[in-house]
């Protein structure tokens, strides 16, 4: 299967940042293949946070790349970022949409039919299911299968995001089962055999 300049690709950032990452992303976002960029930096101030989100915004507009927030609406909106992706344990979608209007709101629900119909019903843009594989990224809680993800895509009209342990050996059998987009991080930032860019043209 050929999946030939088709921008699948929900790339997020590692837990940390140095100054050199910068050039890198901006060379992976040239490859055209990501759609969406989250930044996800659980452990950072906010005041730093904020430097590095303003750098990353600019990067993300140059390459036409949707900048995404994890976990804090009021950033997503002070610094003009595209949305905000939510998991079960903050902030509630409808206080959400109230701070970010009609900007992206993407929301976790894990393997659960229940929670992805409530996002939906809730005005979502859009659904994260996983994890679908072994990730080094954190502790799986929940595990989703493809039988989740074909029940799920049938059930709702939201893209969906898998999520989890994904990589050039399994990354077909997702899109193959109507993925809309495939959230990956650990294959492209922690790839001890390939260099960020490179890892990312891999995903053909």
Known sequence: MKIKNRKFIYL??????????????????????VSFFQLRLKNEKIEKKMIIAKKILKICKINKVKFIINDDPDLALKIDADGCHLGQDDVNLIEAKKILKNKIIGITCHNSYR????????????????????????????KASIK???KIKKAINLPVVAIGGINEKNYRNLLLNKADFLAISSYVWKNKKFKPQQAVINLR
Do not use: D, M, W
């Open 12 to 33: 997020i950032s590692p837990n940390k940042i140095k100054n050199s990452f910068f050039k890198t992303l901006n060379l992976v976002l040239k490859s055209k293949k």
């Open 115 to 142: 929670l992805a119909k409530k996002a939906e019903i809730s005005g979502a843009t859009y659904v994260a299911l996983g994890a679908f594989y072994k990730t080094k990224t954190k502790k799986i809680v929940h």
């Open 148 to 150: 989740t993800l074909k």
